[in-house]
């Protein structure tokens, strides 16, 4: 409410000065009125300037500031050499000014927005717990936590870098462990013995940032903003956040992608061996599952239900939610191979 209040003063005060400035050149009635129209442009320009700033990392803002200054020092000192070789020519001193300014100004600008990105002053910290441009960023979602997959990741070692968790997203584990619903609260409760779990681990690096976004009131957009902000990844399992964020240009690790590309490869022809845990949709159907968990659908395995048995791989059919693989029982497949066993008699035998 108190940026809104701001941004009102600020447009009044533009507009009130650009036609005060203008009516003290010329009080003509139409004139003046041309000037406050000029300071609400020039107030409006100004917060949309304001709106890309905040969206440039502060390294690079300040890399940006320090090549500028130099910029304009080293055409200070090649203005010295051109403007004492153009006394003779004073109607080219002032393009000639313009032009080095305008040049060097710019080359140092953009030096240093490139170059920004490689400071690091120790004990400056622009949010919590900052980190070196050089670490590898990776924020963690509410669900990923919850989820608990993640716990065992980073126990292996695969995950690189920092793992920054948001306050905003400690705030809503929390609401869920206190949350009325024994279910949402036994998820809440587990998301931070996750949490607690990682913590623990000697080779993570877990940090909490203090960062919130109050104009933002989703945790998601809020994950989005601070990914920009650090130049971060985020580590999900929600797709629909992951769709999201990619739109936008954020890096995103999905769990169960990674959990997919990782399970094991099952060709039809394979043998394999499965416990019948319950009926399928059809008739005779019977369903076992793989250690990481993949259906499998086996016919007429509902007569083995409850006992171990081989069968043959018949097809894989991948779909959103992962792959289903379809058998038979390796018995009827060693049946129907050998009917198909045809014999051959020999041209002697006529």
Known sequence: MGSWILRILFF????ISGYAFIQGISPSPPIPLLGLIVGLLLAALTLLLEKGLKKIPSKNLLGSFIGLILGILFANLLSNVFISNLYNHQQTILPTLGFLYAVCGYIGLRIGFKKGEEIHVHGWKPFMKATPPSENIKILDTSVIIDGRIADITETGFIEGSLIIP????NELQHIADSSDPIKRTRGKRGLEVLHHIQKQANVEVRIVDKDYPSVKEVDSKLIELAKEVRGKIITNDSNLNKVAVLQGIEVLNINELANSIKPVVLPGE???VKILKEGKEMGQGVAYLDDGTMIVVDNGRRQMGKTIDVIVTSVLQTPAGRMIFARLKEEANRE???????????SEF
């Open 12 to 15: 009044f005060i533009c507009a």
């Open 167 to 170: 306050q905003f997203v400690l």
């Open 271 to 273: 043998e394999i061996n």
């Open 337 to 347: 191979t050998k009917g198909k066993d045809y014999y051959y008699p020999l041209d």
